[in-house]
């Protein structure tokens, strides 16, 4: 059995920031489930930020849930979750870079005397 939710905060990009009874911070994306039609009045940034702690679960106003189970088994452990959010950032500057032409520098001339 997985451990109930103790308390929540929401973050920025639609995150969730989950303590655990047990103890365990993790962090839950929300984002793949916007686009579901029960989900889908979180897009709007104040309702998503009405979450809450209901009988271990996360509840928003409007009859919407999720259980303790996806949230404790679909998130993430906070310092897994901040090595892959800097490893996605670090592609991102990867390819920034890469796409940056290079200038031409001029080829060197040998001096005859």
Not at 71 to 99: F, G
Request: aromatic share 10%; hydrophobic share 35%.
């Amino acid at each position: 059995m997985n451990p109930y939710v103790k308390s929540v905060k929401p973050q920025e990009n639609y995150y969730l920031l989950l303590t655990f009874k047990n103890g365990e911070k993790r962090i839950f994306d929300l984002k793949p489930y916007l686009d579901k039609p029960v989900f889908t009045r979180l897009k709007n940034i104040a309702q998503f930020k009405t979450a809450r702690v209901v009988s271990g679960s996360v509840e928003w106003q409007g009859d919407v849930d999720l259980s303790y189970d996806t949230l404790y088994l679909e998130s993430k452990a906070v310092e897994e979750a901040r090595t892959l959010r800097k490893t996605a950032s670090a592609r991102k500057k990867s390819v920034a870079l890469a796409s940056i032409p290079k200038k031409k520098t001029p080829k060197a001339r040998a001096i005859v005397k």
